[in-house]
């Protein structure tokens, strides 16, 4: 794939720390639509099972590559992004690889994924972060399509890089037996990458739980609508998604829709701070908000008693509820 690294012009394109300057917004493109399809969004199954295999990996402090988490508990999160572009044509791409093997085997399968894949119709595979809900189950991707272009953020660690290249790591009871053999693009946080027209890459750089280091998530710009954010859990939260897209990107204030995981109640009850970031999201007025993953369904609830424009879902395939985008379900932002 053909990646563009956009800036301003060279001399006033950065400043001296590197970050972008807002004098003036980076234009990646247009398309004519996009259509997201929840693959999986369940992480896992029991959030005591996983808070049980934190404790004993030494809390959330500790890395997740030295964590025994028990293989039944894990599930994964994945979604397939399809852009119409503005010629008519698709392109694909798909966002995390989810985590147990079986498990997103059969969401593979039961979605066309599977078929997608060893047709060579999904270009690449883009990596928000690390955490195991998000890469583990990569072997299931790569067994259908080993030469497919990954994206990872450069902030990706060496134990990441190790097992994406074919390296088990036991102790986190993490398995890849297809070892990568495309390219593995590594993007730098802080910049706006043009993955294809209307359709770019911005990471983000942060600590994150569980020992990891950086999130990128993707806006997508439909020709005469404004943007679209898609996260994978929207770690770097849904106020800096909508400050990076104010400060350097055409369009930027028009922000209409979000796609993904919003970590905001992702291991069930909703806190007193995060319910003050669910109120103040009321000030962007966003038209479509497809939120599922770590978003929790205390968080969907009260963005809904709020009035804000939740996309529903079936409630099949696993998910727990049909008041968000869940397995199976697709929603088209045009
Ligand atoms: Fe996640
Ligand atoms: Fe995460």
Known sequence: MNVRRLALHEKDAEMPDGSLTKAEKIDFGACRAVTMTCVSEIGWASNDGL??????????????????????????????????????????????????????????????????????????????????????????????????????????????????????????????????????????????HALMPGLAAVGFDLPIILGIEGEQSLYVRIEGKGLVGVTGCGHHTVERIMAFARDHLTDGTQVYGLYGGLHLAPFG??????????????????????????????????????????????????????LYVGNGDSVIFD
């Open 269 to 322: 009850p909703l806190a007193p701070e995060k319910e003050a970031i669910i109120r103040d999201m009321g000030k962007y007025r966003l038209k479509r908000i497809a939120c599922n993953h770590c978003t929790g369904l205390p968080a969907v609830k009260l963005m809904i008693d709020l009035g804000y424009p939740v996309v529903r879902g079936s409630g099949c395939d696993g998910s727990i509820s049909d």
């Open 51 to 192: 808070m049980q295999d934190i404790a004993a990996g030494g809390g959330v402090a500790a890395s997740q590559w030295h964590m025994p988490w028990r293989e039944e508990n894990a599930r994964g999160s994945c979604s397939l992004l399809e852009i119409e572009c503005l010629d008519g044509s698709r392109r694909r791409l798909l966002i995390d690889s989810g985590w147990n093997l079986d498990y997103m085997r059969a969401r593979f399968a039961a979605t066309g994924v599977d078929k997608l894949l060893r047709a060579g119709e999904i270009e690449a595979v883009f990596l928000t972060h690390e955490h195991m809900d998000h890469l583990f189950g990569l072997q299931a991707v790569l067994e259908l399509k080993p030469d497919i272009t990954i994206f990872v953020l450069s902030t990706f660690s060496d134990d990441a890089c190790r097992f994406i290249a074919g390296a088990d790591v036991p102790e986190a009871r993490a398995r890849n037996d297809a070892p990568h053999e495309g390219e593995l693009i590594r993007l730098e946080p802080g910049r706006v």
